[in-house]
């Protein structure tokens, strides 16, 4: 009897056993699986990329890639000029308003300038434009068009008429309306105090990686220039030491007002759409971002003509029906009227 038990001990420690290895083996395999999954990935992805902010593909370090985008009207009046923190903005608009004057609507994300401004008024497709980034809307007035549809409700926004003097501080050195900045402290202050989320997934605009850039297609170009009106010219000049377009207003570089930093770009967007008058009165237009078109993108010295579509509320570049990517760093896009159309509007020079 002792020696059956005992033999049935050794039995159901040899089997305690196999199963112990059988565990030991299966979890070995899962790790090695797991190891050969994760050196695949590297294999076939390149090394883990950098923290990125996601409206310039430009390195983040430590900072938040998930703040909550800003979109403020800036005046372009020659009296505006030159403008304050437009060299802070991830990505710049530039199309007409009334009297073939120009206006931008700044982007701003990945940097927080001292100040912006002079702030101005909004117009209907500035708005649609900022829904893109799913942006914080600012301006200070607004056409009729602008207040109903930011009034109808679904958009944060933020308007001087409301706090001129407080968020909005008059400067003495210009006169109204071109006078009108929001320090961009004050704008934080504004959307904590109306409940606006300040954190947002920021959906990434795609980028090139940098041995791609050296490969970018297409013609040489030395200057673009965009023909707004006559003492509305604006022009965009390569500089190879950097790699950057510089842009000028009616053949003067333009720069930052505190800092004097030049305005530069590191992808230039000049697309074509159809313009016309809202109740055919010569004097607010209304734009059409939705339907596309053909367009021109400078990049690191070259351009390429190709089409535009509007994804998700967002202006971006394709060719042949495939999403062509932008050079990290800032992106200004000029929207210019299909009638005359690209070739009449901007000149390209070597």
């Not at 990505?91 to 007409?96: D, R």
Request: charged fraction near 25%; include cysteine.
């Amino acid at each position: 009897m002792r020696k059956s038990l005992h033999v049935l001990g050794l039995v159901l420690a040899f089997l305690f056993l196999l199963t112990a290895c059988a565990k030991d083996n299966e979890a070995s395999t899962k790790e090695q699986e797991k190891s050969k999954a994760s050196e695949k990935t590297t294999t076939e992805k390149g090394e883990p990329t950098t923290k990125v902010y996601p409206l310039t593909g430009l390195p983040a370090g430590d900072d938040d890639i998930n703040r909550r985008v800003l979109a403020v009207m800036v005046n372009n009046h020659a009296l505006a000029r030159p403008q304050s923190g437009l060299h802070k903005a991830d990505i710049v608009y530039e199309a007409l308003t009334e009297a073939r004057i120009t206006r931008f609507l700044a982007i701003f994300q990945s940097q927080k300038p001292e100040v912006i401004g002079p702030v101005r008024s909004a117009r209907h497709y500035f708005v649609d434009l900022s829904q893109g980034y799913g942006a914080i809307y600012i301006a200070h007035g607004w056409s009729p068009q602008a207040e109903k549809k930011l009034k109808s409700g679904g958009i944060d926004y933020i308007q001087g008429l409301y706090h001129d003097g407080t968020w909005f501080k008059r400067a003495s050195f210009r006169q109204a309306p071109h006078n009108s900045y929001l320090p961009y402290d004050n704008a934080i202050e504004g959307a904590k105090t109306k409940g606006y989320d300040l954190t947002q997934d920021v959906k990434p605009l795609p980028f090139l990686e940098k041995a791609e850039v050296s490969k970018i297609p297409g013609n040489d170009v030395g200057i673009a220039t965009i023909t707004y009106s006559s003492d509305n010219v604006v022009s965009y000049v390569y500089h190879s030491e950097d790699g950057l377009f510089y842009r000028h207003i009616n053949g003067e570089q333009a720069e930052d007002r505190e800092t004097k930093t030049p305005l530069t770009a590191a992808n230039v967007f000049i697309v074509s759409s159809d313009h016309s008058f809202i109740n055919n009165n010569n004097y607010r237009r209304d734009i059409d971002l939705t339907k596309g078109g053909p367009a021109y993108l400078l990049q690191h010295g070259k351009v390429q003509k190709l089409e535009w579509k509007n994804v998700d509320g967002r202006l971006l570049p394709y060719k042949d029906g495939t999403a062509v990517k932008f050079v990290p760093g800032q992106t200004w896009i000029n929207i210019v009227e299909s009638d005359p159309g690209l070739d009449k509007l901007v000149t390209l020079t070597d």
